[in-house]
């Protein structure tokens, strides 16, 4: 399946809510639900959307509880905890890295109990070595809401001007306002030029 613009644009506003109507969807993109409901349909026969998913706000559940950052040494045979159903309670993230310690994971904000199940459920699976410090700040944790199509044809891109035959990255460059680029170093450019000029606007 090759993916153009809008293409890109429902992956994108359906990432940020999977519960979007194809009305509100028809608005942001310009077509109608009728056009919206064939592209969804094209999608996900073809894979490109495999599931749709509920992302709880646990903070809003748990507003006074903590989220900790997670560093463990993992043998070989350790590795699988993040198939555990259990890991899937307690951590919103879960990375393998190749390091001594290569098992990094964010958990979900917990309070004192539940750190102490957390504990438990390390020692029952025999990571013994691991250290377990709290997040005071989860800004550099946060997740991007860019979209990385394949197959993509009649864009270009805003910052080099060539035309995407290939890969595109849709990123969110103002409100509500998305752009697709060719690659990263396009991307980053053309952000902090924007960024300098929307500063230099507010200062003057």
Do not use: W
Request: negative net charge; hydrophobic residues 35%; charged residues 20%.
């Amino acid at each position: 399946m090759t993916l153009d613009q809008s293409d890109l644009q429902i992956l994108y506003y359906l990432k940020q809510n999977s519960r979007i109507s194809l009305t509100e969807l028809g608005k942001y993109i310009g077509l109608t639900p009728a056009a919206i409901n064939y592209r969804l349909q094209k999608l996900i026969e073809n894979n490109i959307i495999k599931n749709f998913t509920i992302e709880i706000n646990h903070e809003k559940l748990t507003p006074n509880y903590q989220s900790f950052y997670l560093k463990a040494k993992l043998s070989r045979h350790e590795i699988p905890i993040q198939s555990d159903p259990l890991s899937q309670v307690f951590f919103r993230e879960i990375h393998l890295v190749a390091d001594s310690f290569n098992l990094l994971a964010i958990t979900y904000p917990l309070d004192t109990d539940q750190v102490r199940k957390l504990i438990e459920f390390l020692e029952n699976t025999g990571i013994t070595d691991y250290s377990l410090v709290p997040i005071i700040n989860s800004t550099f944790f946060s997740s991007s809401m860019e979209i990385r199509g394949e197959n993509i044809q009649k864009l270009y891109c805003p910052e080099c001007q060539a035309e995407m035959t290939g890969k595109a990255i849709i990123v969110e460059v103002d409100k509500m306002k998305l752009m697709a680029f060719c690659c990263d170093d396009c991307k980053n450019n053309f952000l902090k030029r924007y960024e300098n000029i929307t500063q230099s606007a507010i200062s003057s």
